[in-house]
């Protein structure tokens, strides 16, 4: 199969595995929205897996001969990440080389792909509401001003921590994706939604820039009680700014102005105090990586690390004593 010299991703989320060119012409139409899809001289073979979140969709394809895929207009954006071989992108505005990252690719417009021999690639897409909704957030802003990407180079120090962010969730949807919670989840997609949009230059850059108003302790305050009462869910950037009437920005401020970090991470401490809770009073079948994914963890050795720094021993110490005494 194609890949078959490097590692496959996403492999629990097949989309489209075929040595058969008219269906994987008709699958490619129906699970990525492609409207054109034409194999070069001689041999094919895909092999094509597509995770889809909430916002955010992660694909892995692997050709083993030249393909050429278009797409139309789309209400999101993608951004390329080659592994191994060459292409090159197409759209109404630009035409380059796929290397270890793209430019952004709006939808804006068409989009052609042509693949050459032996390649293989991840490929990220996030909605544009979702963006434009957290960069708002982020930034403060309540006109209706759409958000529009820069065209050039990214900078590279942030593009390199964002592709290890794109692999690094390859790589854990494929191990754990079936055992998030909703929580884990909206936390890790929320988490590269914010990192993608402050890897690259976009008409918000400058708002973000800007020194925040001071506002006061009361803002942390009103923030801490909400997260504390509602632990469970994920943190919406623009629900805590609401709250507290005032930007993220802002609210990101007072957090460290107070010695609290940030909302995140005291959103953490109150987990880890109710994973804590969990193993402490276990249910039958209760287990460490049951409890993390619940209280929003994704990593279980992040979360088993925090835990011992947290509450002063493993979290599996602390169910096998919990266990024992019952």
Not at 271 to 295: H, I, K, N, W, Y
């Amino acid at each position: 199969m194609p890949g078959s010299g490097g590692t496959i991703y996403l492999d629990r989320f097949k989309a489209v595995h075929s040595h058969d060119s008219e269906f994987a012409r008709d699958r490619m139409f129906a699970v990525y929205g492609a409207d054109g899809f034409d194999k070069g001289i001689g041999n094919f073979g895909i092999h094509a897996n597509y995770a889809k979140l909430s916002a955010v969709g992660l694909g892995f394809c692997a050709y083993d001969g030249p393909v050429t895929v278009t797409y139309p207009e789309a209400g999101f954006v993608r951004q390329f990440f080659s592994i191994q071989g060459r292409a090159s992108f197409t759209t109404s505005h630009t035409s380059a080389s796929i290397g270890a990252w793209t430019s952004i690719v709006t939808g804006q417009s068409r989009l052609r792909l042509e693949f050459g021999e032996n390649y293989r690639q991840l490929v990220l897409r996030i909605d544009l509401p979702a963006l434009e909704r957290t960069i708002k957030a982020l930034a403060g802003d309540a006109s209706d001003k759409r958000l529009e990407f820069s065209e050039g180079e990214a900078n590279p120090s942030s593009m390199s921590f964002l592709r290890r962010q794109v692999f690094h969730l390859a790589e854990e949807l494929e191990t754990f994706a079936d055992q998030y919670s909703p929580l884990a989840r909206a936390e890790l997609e929320r988490d590269l939604i914010v990192r993608f949009l402050l890897a690259h230059e976009h008409n918000f850059s400058d708002l973000l820039k800007r020194e925040p108003l001071v506002a006061g302790r009361s803002v942390v305050e009103r923030i801490e009680a909400f997260i504390e009462a509602n632990w469970a869910r994920p943190i919406d950037l623009e629900e805590i700014a609401g709250i507290a009437n005032v930007s993220v920005r802002t609210v990101f401020r007072e957090f460290a102005r107070a010695g609290k970090g940030s909302p995140a991470q005291f959103a953490k401490r109150v987990r880890l105090q109710r994973a804590a809770e969990f193993l402490r009073s276990p249910a039958d079948g209760t287990t460490v990586t049951g409890v993390a994914f619940r209280c929003g963890f994704q990593n279980i050795g992040r979360f088993a690390a925090e835990y011992l720094r947290s509450h002063g021993e493993l979290p599996s110490e602390t169910l096998k004593r919990a266990q024992a005494s019952r």
